[in-house]
């Protein structure tokens, strides 16, 4: 594909609307092309950007702006239409059309609106687009694409595990211990649209591989339909993609996703590592 048939595909494949063969092409054309990453970022730069609002709820001062520009525009009293001259539809001291005001707010109304469209579908929940990464990882966990495909598509960097303090308030969580066979392979700091987060990829004894995201923002979904359990007295959320098993787990200071897990028992084994009963959140 050329460039300009892969920028017609670059806001579906951002947003996580692109699948199978043509996301993958977007992808791998990302790799060569400076180019089109530079677009890419733009959208990266564009959402990030509304995200620092905090919410996805329009806030007061939108609809104030509203309020005032219907107040500021609107005629202040009825107008007289025997005032009105007969072909030109102009006031006779005015010469501006009666209805230029009821326009103005009209027109007015309708930036606000379109706005705030924009501030819904661009705020910071992207269920959609962060499950079909994840189904994207867990389709591709084995080649060496997966462990920079978020940081190519979001943005970000290799971190050392002992910087993550300063730029995220906590360590990893392998920092507290993995299963004997298991290595870290690398730690990622990550600007994803929800929050940064950290990701980590760790190798098995056999070659494969899973990956942790560490995410700030506890109410960010990687699943759709998860099937909702505790363990080690934390709220968990379980899907399955392919065999593999997906999980997040909410603790008092972020959210824990574990992206290709074998079953249960490899997610027992890395909790009871983990000892996170001291982790949870405030309300359980």
């Not at 048939?5 to 992808?27: C, T």
């Not at 079909?132 to 290799?158: A, F, I, N, T």
């Not at 560490?214 to 505790?230: A, G, L, S, Y």
Request: charged share 25%.
């Amino acid at each position: 594909m050329n460039c300009d048939n892969i920028r017609d595909q670059l806001s579906a494949f951002f947003d996580g609307e692109l699948a199978g063969d043509s996301r993958e092409q977007v992808f791998q054309h990302l790799q060569d092309c400076e180019s089109c990453r530079e677009v890419l970022e733009s959208y990266r730069s564009l959402r990030q950007a509304v995200a620092e609002f905090g919410t996805s709820s329009p806030p007061e001062s939108v609809w104030a702006a509203i309020r005032s520009e219907l107040e500021e525009e609107a005629p202040s009293s009825p107008v007289d239409q025997t005032a009105v001259a007969p072909r030109t539809g102009l006031h006779p001291r005015s010469q501006r059309p009666v209805w230029a005001p009821w326009l103005a707010a009209a027109a007015a109304v309708l930036v606000l609106i379109a706005s705030v469209s924009i501030w819904l579908k661009w705020g910071p929940n992207h269920d959609h687009a962060l499950y079909s990464d994840v189904v994207w990882l867990v389709e591709h966990l084995e080649s060496e694409d997966s462990e920079s495909y978020l940081r190519d598509k979001y943005g970000g960097r290799l971190i050392d595990s002992n910087q993550t303090p300063a730029q995220v308030g906590y360590r990893p969580v392998v920092d507290r211990g993995i299963p004997e066979g298991y290595v870290v392979n690398q730690i990622q700091l990550l600007d994803m649209p929800c929050c940064r987060c950290l990701q980590t990829v760790c190798q098995r004894s056999d070659g494969s591989r899973l990956m942790i995201l560490e995410h700030e923002n506890r109410k960010v979904r990687f699943m759709p339909h998860p099937r909702k359990t505790t363990r080690c007295g934390l709220e968990c959320n379980m899907d399955h993609v392919d065999d593999q098993l997906i999980v997040t787990l909410q603790t008092r200071e972020r959210g824990i996703t574990i992206v290709g897990l074998r079953d249960e028992n490899e997610l027992d084994a890395l909790l009871n590592r983990w000892s996170l009963q001291a982790f949870k959140p405030n309300n359980s």
